[in-house]
């Protein structure tokens, strides 16, 4: 059976910040599920809470698995959601993790300036977009540009969604976390607060940093990031040959 990946987007966008990523393994015949959060894309009008989060992370990831082995990809948010779910006491049916941009442990002084300045953003006209909008213009190219806010922005869920991240023990759940797993970084990126303290908790972890490259790693250097979904898939793809069939 082929590897099925699942993708975790990040906070205020969608599921259509993979637009790249499971474009490129379309080509491949790699199948690529990328569920939408509540209060996120088409669950706009949802109120975000973390059961529902885990809720749909869990469905599909198992709807996945009755296809192929998993590959669990997240992204921000996304990420540290993934890395909560993927460190549950009882394992779920994933066979490799990609956390991208969520090497920090959203609590304190950090978590606190993160919403007071996103909450300042949304006092802004038009809820800060316009400003959104030049910085992203600026620094993502052509072909991804479109993704990141096709599926809507989720500024009425952004707040609710950073306190709730708070509660999560991070920590505690990469000490459980068994399968090949990646921190991938961009080097500007300020989520990576505690990759240090990650890799240390969690040794077996590889840790990427991708260069000249901010928060959006998966939208700012798609190529790069396809190719270590590549690196993850083969990998994945290796330890699948040295089992014995189910059939």
Same mark, same amino acid.
């Given at each position: 059976?082929?590897?099925?990946?699942?993708?975790?987007?990040?906070?205020?966008?969608?599921?259509?910040?993979?637009?790249?990523?499971?474009?490129?393994?379309?080509?491949?015949?790699?199948?690529?599920?990328?569920?939408?959060?509540?209060?996120?894309?088409?669950?706009?009008?949802?109120?975000?809470?973390?059961?529902?989060?885990?809720?749909?992370?869990?469905?599909?990831?198992?709807?996945?698995?009755?296809?192929?082995?998993?590959?669990?990809?997240?992204?921000?948010?996304?990420?540290?959601?993934?890395?909560?779910?993927?460190?549950?006491?009882?394992?779920?049916?994933?066979?490799?993790?990609?956390?991208?941009?969520?090497?920090?442990?959203?609590?304190?002084?950090?978590?606190?300036?993160?919403?007071?300045?996103? !909450?300042?953003?949304? %006092? +802004?006209?038009? @809820?800060?977009? &316009?400003? /959104?909008?030049? =910085?992203?213009?600026?620094?993502?190219?052509?072909?991804?540009?479109?993704?990141?806010?096709?599926?809507?922005?989720?500024?009425?869920?952004?707040?609710?969604?950073?306190?709730?991240?708070?509660?999560?023990?991070?920590?505690?759940?990469?000490?459980?976390?068994?399968?090949?797993?990646?921190?991938?970084?961009?080097?500007?990126?300020?989520? !990576?607060?505690?990759? %240090? +303290?990650?890799? @240390?908790?969690? &040794?077996? /972890?590889?840790? =990427?940093?991708?260069?000249?490259?901010?928060?959006?790693?998966?939208?700012?250097?798609?190529?790069?990031?396809?190719?270590?979904?590549?690196?993850?898939?083969?990998?994945?793809?290796?330890?699948?040959?040295?089992?014995?069939?189910?059939?």
């Amino acid at each position: 059976m082929s590897v099925q990946v699942v993708f975790v987007h990040g906070i205020r966008t969608s599921a259509t910040m993979w637009r790249s990523q499971r474009a490129h393994l379309e080509a491949r015949g790699i199948s690529g599920i990328a569920p939408d959060l509540p209060g996120h894309g088409s669950r706009m009008t949802e109120t975000f809470t973390l059961e529902g989060a885990f809720e749909t992370i869990d469905r599909a990831v198992r709807d996945a698995a009755a296809h192929g082995p998993v590959l669990l990809v997240g992204h921000s948010m996304g990420g540290l959601l993934s890395i909560a779910y993927a460190g549950r006491a009882e394992p779920p049916p994933i066979d490799a993790f990609i956390a991208a941009s969520c090497s920090a442990i959203p609590r304190g002084l950090g978590l606190a300036a993160y919403r007071a300045l996103a !909450r300042g953003f949304d %006092r +802004l006209p038009g @809820r800060g977009q &316009p400003i /959104a909008d030049r =910085i992203l213009d600026a620094t993502l190219p052509a072909e991804t540009r479109p993704d990141f806010g096709a599926g809507g922005y989720a500024y009425d869920a952004q707040d609710l969604a950073l306190r709730s991240l708070s509660v999560l023990d991070l920590l505690d759940s990469l000490r459980r976390i068994t399968v090949p797993t990646w921190f991938i970084n961009g080097q500007f990126d300020q989520l !990576r607060l505690h990759e %240090r +303290l990650f890799t @240390r908790t969690l &040794p077996a /972890a590889e840790l =990427i940093v991708v260069p000249r490259t901010s928060h959006l790693v998966t939208a700012m250097r798609p190529k790069v990031f396809n190719a270590l979904l590549d690196l993850a898939v083969a990998t994945v793809e290796q330890s699948q040959d040295g089992r014995p069939s189910e059939s």
